[in-house]
């Protein structure tokens, strides 16, 4: 495999942590830059680690992994966007900060985006590949798009005035979700 469509692999990977840390700055205007940047650090970590677990599991649970991936990553996501909107919903409208994201609410979130990075591992089993190379890139894209999701989302917020942001993340969180399954 070229290193061009690796890149190509790398950048729609990305797009899911894209997405998330998009809601994730839209929704939670109380997150601070320094979780932000944890959040795509542990997106890169996610992405690239099982990236390396799938290359490594090669074809032997190939069919579970991809039938129960879709599964866990879509129940992951969507309870995590009706968390966002129940919390949306509970708020009054003069809270100004919104909680902030826990440690096992970033695990969980790497977790559910890097799902589709094990499924690609496993096929980079089959082909030739630059395995450091892949999976170097597929870590840094995911730290890159989510750290620009963020930014994007946290800026977007500033504009409004309610909570409607964060009932639009869970919305997001739970699409993403279903597409996923």
């Known amino acids: 495999m070229n290193y061009l469509s690796v890149i190509l692999i790398a950048v729609i990977e990305a797009m899911d942590c894209f997405a998330v840390a998009t809601s994730i700055g839209l929704g939670r205007s109380g997150v601070s830059r320094f979780k932000a940047f944890g959040l795509a650090l542990s997106f890169g970590f996610f992405q ?21 991936g879709s599964i866990i990553a879509c129940v992951i996501l969507c309870l995590l966007g009706l968390k966002f909107i129940w919390e949306a919903l509970r708020k009054k409208e003069d809270e100004k900060k919104i909680s902030d994201l826990s440690l ?39 730290v890159l798009f989510g750290i620009l999701g963020f930014e ?27 597409t996923s399954f």
């Open 48 to 68: 690239g680690g099982m990236t390396l677990l799938g290359y490594f599991s090669g074809t032997l649970a190939r069919h579970w992994i991809h039938d129960l």
């Open 104 to 142: 096992a609410s970033i695990v969980l979130l790497s977790l559910a985006t890097s799902i589709d990075a094990l499924t690609i591992g496993i096929s980079f089993a089959f082909v030739k590949v630059d395995l450091i190379f892949a999976t170097a890139v597929i870590a840094l894209a995911a």
């Open 152 to 178: 994007i989302g946290s800026r977007s917020a500033k504009f409004f005035k309610t909570n409607l942001p964060q009932v639009f993340a869970g919305i997001i969180l739970i699409i993403i979700g279903i």
